[in-house]
Structures are given as structure tokens and as C-alpha cells.
């Protein structure tokens, strides 16, 4: 998967909790990723970074927060869990006008 | 704006049938044009993408897409489907501002008969 993986793949938290989520990349790639994905509305854009420190909110930022302080790490953090945070949450990296490649995705579950 | 619309939600064909997934997209400029596949519990994989070189772009496991302005349109096809095909596909959209951020359309899911 182009060097990009995802950490936890798998997660049950509660609600109410924090949780983060950790995109690591390993190609050196300018820009990264987080969305989600649910049934009946594909994939939609949480935030998007565009270089060490350089964050931006994308169509569904409500709620989550991110970080990138090194290139090759992008964090996605869910301050205080809700169930419609359920879902799966997928990162992705590129360079400039180039497609996206995408990591193996997190499936998030709070109860 | 950039926009994608995937015409077909589900498709089915039988096993070693042609398969045509179509899209059509709105762009102001000459859009960066991609799919992607997505088999179940999987991440995305990308299958091809358009770039403004040639028309007819070839990718991966046999599939093709043409790029039809006069149509605005962007449709997949595979000569004939396999069943290791049977997963959910986007036609995706780049925008051109500076955040470059991929516009996907709502997938559709092909389904492949034995």
C-alpha cells in the first residue's frame, strides 16, 4: 500500500473518551489525508495536511482535530468519542496533482 | 467546481461479460481524472488515471477508461469480468486548487454472476 500504514486497525472505544488514530508514510509525500468512509456516502474528507504544521479542515472536520509535526506522521484525533464517529477512517498521501494512495483503513467503533 | 456522477449504483454481469462502469464528470479546466477500486474490508486501490495525455488510458487487471470531453464522460471497461472484479468502484476527480483534494463520486458496486 505505497508505504502507508494505519495504526490501529481495529479499535472499540467508549463514548465520551479520546482517541487518536495514527497515519505513518514512509514515500516522503507533501500532502496527507484522513476521511471516512460510511455506507451511503462514500468517502469524505475529515482534514487534510499540507506539510509539517500546515493543517486544513476538510467537509467533516466537526469533531475531530489532527497534527502533523514530522513529515511522515499524521495524527487524527477524536476528542471525545461519539457513536456517529463509528466508521471506517482511511489516510491517504500524495504530491502534487497526483492521485492519492490510500492505507489499509481503521474501523472505529464507539459504544 | 469539479463533480463526478457515477450513473449506476449496482451493476451486474455475468462471469466473462464485458463491463462498462460509467461516469461522467463536471469540470472547469481540463480535470485530472482517476478510478479506484475497493474490494471488500479493503483499502482503495488505483486502478488508472487521466492526465491529459491520451485519451484511452489502460491500468490495472485488464481494465481501460476513455476520455470523452465532447461527453464530459470518463467510463471503465474490462473486455470480460472475472469474479475476482466483484468489488465497489469510484470514479474520483482531482481538485485543482491548492489543496488538491479528490472529489469522489458515490461508487458503484459491481456484482459478477458465475
Known amino acids: 500500500d505505497a508505504g502507508i500504514t494505519q495504526s490501529p486497525r481495529h479499535k472499540v472505544t467508549e463514548t465520551g473518551t479520546p482517541v487518536t488514530l495514527r497515519c505513518h508514510q514512509t514515500e516522503n509525500h507533501r ?13 469524505r474528507l475529515i482534514h487534510y495536511s499540507y506539510g509539517v504544521k500546515d493543517t486544513d479542515k476538510g467537509e467533516v ?3 475531530y482535530s489532527v497534527s502533523r509535526s514530522k513529515t511522515e506522521d499524521f495524527l487524527l484525533t477524536l476528542e471525545s468519542a461519539t457513536s456517529s464517529q463509528t466508521s471506517v477512517y482511511f489516510c491517504a498521501i500524495s504530491e502534487v496533482q497526483n492521485e492519492q494512495f490510500f492505507g489499509p483503513g481503521t474501523r472505529l467503533t464507539v459504544l | 467546481a469539479q463533480s463526478v456522477t457515477q450513473l449506476d449504483s449496482h451493476v451486474s454481469v455475468s462471469e466473462g461479460t464485458p463491463v462498462l462502469l460509467r461516469c461522467n464528470y463536471s469540470s472547469s479546466y481540463s480535470p485530472s481524472l482517476f478510478w479506484y477500486v475497493q ?4 483499502g482503495l486501490q488505483l486502478l488508472l488515471k487521466y492526465t491529459s495525455a491520451a485519451t484511452l488510458v489502460k491500468g490495472i487487471n485488464g481494465f481501460e477508461a476513455e ?6 464522460s470518463f467510463h471503465l471497461t474490462k473486455p470480460s469480468a472475472h469474479m475476482s472484479d466483484a468489488a465497489e468502484y469510484f470514479c474520483v476527480v482531482i481538485r ?4 488538491y483534494k479528490l472529489i469522489f463520486g458515490s ?3 459491481l456484482l459478477v454472476r458465475p
Do not use: V
Open chain 1, 61 to 63: 472536520s466537526d469533531g
Open chain 2, 107 to 109: 461508487g458503484t458496486r
Open chain 2, 67 to 72: 476520455f470523452k470531453k465532447s461527453e464530459t
Open chain 2, 39 to 42: 474490494h471488500p474490508n479493503k
Open chain 2, 96 to 99: 485543482m486548487d491548492s489543496s
Open chain 1, 31 to 43: 500532502y496527507m489525508y484522513w476521511y471516512r468512509q460510511d455506507p451511503g456516502h462514500g468517502l
